[in-house]
């Protein structure tokens, strides 16, 4: 059974940085899609970035392009999301995700495995 769990939520001033965390376990993740969606109050869940595990590849969304970073320790079967000069706007419940075999799916419903979401809150 997969199991993803997030970890470096927190407060942070607009401009600011954070680094969240997707511990992943269970099996091997080489044909896997890992992604980071996030979902912000009233609004519906969006697709952030996400990576091939086997290759790294990676895919931003627009908004993020230039400001976060997706990466993963192969050793470590983790996954990263360093995200700076944070705005209010990403502001939301950030998830990672994973699916095996479904190419760079940006849409939520094909991930079948979720993390519980780690807070992220940015002041202005």
């Known amino acids: 059974q997969v199991q993803l769990v997030e970890s470096g939520g927190g407060l942070v001033q607009a401009g600011g940085s954070l680094r969240l965390s997707c511990a992943a376990s269970?099996?091997?993740?080489?044909?896997?899609?890992m992604g980071w969606f996030r979902q912000a109050p009233g609004k519906e869940r969006e697709i952030v970035a996400m990576?091939?595990?086997?290759?790294?590849?990676?895919y931003y969304t627009d908004s993020v392009k230039g400001r976060f970073t997706i990466s993963r320790d192969v050793a470590k079967n983790t996954m990263y999301l360093q995200m700076n000069s944070l705005k209010p706007e990403d502001t939301a419940v950030y998830y990672c995700?994973?699916?095996?075999?479904?190419?760079?799916?940006?849409?939520?419903?094909?991930?079948?495995?979720w993390g519980q979401g780690t807070q992220v809150t940015v002041s202005s």
């Open positions: 269970g099996r091997t993740f080489s044909d896997y899609t």
């Open positions: 990576l091939y595990w086997s290759t790294g590849t990676t």
């Open positions: 995700a994973a699916g095996f075999r479904i190419g760079f799916a940006g849409s939520g419903s094909s991930y079948p495995y």
